[in-house]
């Protein structure tokens, strides 16, 4: 997991990379501190595609998960997501799939 956080931090690496990395990341149940790591992130992100996933994903997983009570914590400290453009919108579909049928 360090590794791929290494490719997902590396802001010179390109977005489609960079969001196989998150999506990557998120199917191994990451821990509620790197939840807050990615939240506080947001702020810094310079790339609007990364930042609406990390923002969009983090609100799948809380409407898909309410027994993460710990998310309410989260949301508040998030960026709002910039508007995405439909190249991401495919992973973003992915993702909700993985948590919504556990695949």
Known sequence: MDMLSAVLDDYAESSSIRACCYMIILT???????????????WKEPNRQ??????????????????LKWLDLIIPIMKPAPAS??????IQHYYYKILTTGL
């Open 85 to 90: 453009g439909a190249s991401m919108s495919h």
């Open 28 to 42: 191994w149940r990451p821990t509620p501190a790197w939840w807050h790591m990615k939240a506080i992130d947001t």
């Open 50 to 67: 990364i930042a609406s996933l990390s923002f969009k994903s983090t609100i799948i997983k809380y409407t898909t998960d309410r027994r």
